[in-house]
């Protein structure tokens, strides 16, 4: 009988705590939520290291341009950069483009090669075989042929849903213009006819 009276009194114990252990207890959350308030805003004031950008914008991107030893960037429109590359085996121009609703920037080796290099018919399917081989070898970036203009060029995107580094940033641009000026002869000898 007595077991089941001290059981019985336990919980009409705690289920009946005075006014003072309430406002005691009070104080201390609200003195943890303060600390943990003001460890959340410190993390909040905390910027992102300068090689990230959590939103990606046109200065932003300038910046990691200038950064990656690209003084000589144009802007071409508002959200277009674009920058004069002498490569090895020829000059082109890579543009770098950011498309904010869809979060990707684009990048793209433009006025490259014309499909109007291909010398005969022969020679353009020659061109257009390498093409879809180079393509098939490539993990970053992709050859696209323009049918209107006959422009070849090589693109990559970089998905910007969680920001985006530096070093992936000049990761891809190193990477499409070394696979630009590296692959171009091997391209205009399809289109003239010469073998891959």
């Known amino acids: 009988m007595y077991s089941v009276r001290v059981h ?15 406002r005691v207890e009070n104080q201390m959350l609200q003195r943890e939520n303060a600390d ?12 992102a290291p300068s090689d990230y950008l959590t939103a990606v914008d046109m200065p932003g991107v300038a910046r990691f341009v200038a950064q ?9 429109a508002e959200r ?22 869809e979060k990707v920037l684009f990048m793209v080796a433009a006025g490259y090669l014309e499909l109007e290099a291909a010398t005969s ?14 393509n098939y070898d490539l993990l970053i970036g992709k050859f696209q042929l323009n049918p209107t203009t006959g422009a070849i060029s ?43």
């Not at 019985?8 to 309430?22: E, G, I, M, R």
């Open 154 to 196: 090589l693109s990559a995107e970089i998905n910007l849903d969680d920001g985006m580094g530096f070093q992936t940033f000049n990761s891809v641009l190193g990477h499409l213009i070394q696979t630009a000026d590296a692959q171009y002869p091997s391209l205009l000898n399809a289109a003239q006819g010469l073998g891959m």
């Open 68 to 76: 990656a030893g690209f003084e000589n960037a144009e802007p071409l």
């Open 80 to 101: 277009i950069l674009s920058i004069p590359v002498v490569g090895n085996n020829t000059n082109f121009r890579v543009n770098i483009q950011l498309f904010e609703r």
């Open 8 to 22: 019985w009194l336990f919980p009409l114990l705690f289920a009946c705590a005075t006014p003072k252990v309430v």
């Open 36 to 47: 943990l308030r003001d460890q959340l805003a410190t993390c909040s004031a905390e910027a």
């Open 121 to 134: 018919s022969k020679a353009m399917v020659l061109l257009l075989t390498q093409l879809a081989a180079m």
